[in-house]
């Protein structure tokens, strides 16, 4: 089992930055493969960001390209997601979830779910 704790999400208005993190707690944190996913009121829950277990490979929607950062720090068991430039369409649940086996950016391979942290941007 992997417990997963998101943190830093809040109301912002558009053009600012946020910071999301993700504690981690269980098994070692270095096995997983992590994401962020977020899903909006009435919209399906959608991949924003996956990072590969040692950080080197990433993925990101098309949709946050240039804007937003995923990054980890293993040894902190920790993962990040730097949100910069935001917009009201970024406004949503934002979650962190773990992948243990062949992780693709398809929410479904992924295992462990936080609870999610709400992210609202105004314009």
């Known amino acids: 089992q992997v417990q997963l704790v998101e943190s830093g999400g809040g109301l912002v208005q558009a053009g600012d930055s946020l910071r999301l993190s993700c504690a981690a707690s269980?098994?070692?944190?270095?096995?997983?493969?992590m994401g962020w996913f977020r899903q909006a009121p009435g919209k399906e829950r959608e991949t924003v960001a996956a990072?590969?277990?040692?950080?080197?490979?990433?993925y990101y929607a098309n949709s946050v390209k240039g804007r937003f950062t995923i990054s980890r720090d293993n040894p902190k068991n920790t993962v990040y997601m730097q949100m910069n430039s935001l917009k009201p369409e970024d406004t949503a649940v934002y979650y962190c979830?773990?992948?243990?086996?062949?992780?693709?950016?398809?929410?479904?391979?992924?295992?462990?779910w936080g609870q999610g942290t709400q992210v609202t941007v105004s314009s």
């Open positions: 990072i590969s277990r040692g950080g080197i490979t990433t």
């Open positions: 269980g098994r070692t944190f270095s096995n997983y493969a």
């Open positions: 979830a773990a992948c243990p086996l062949h992780c693709s950016s398809n929410s479904r391979d992924y295992e462990y």
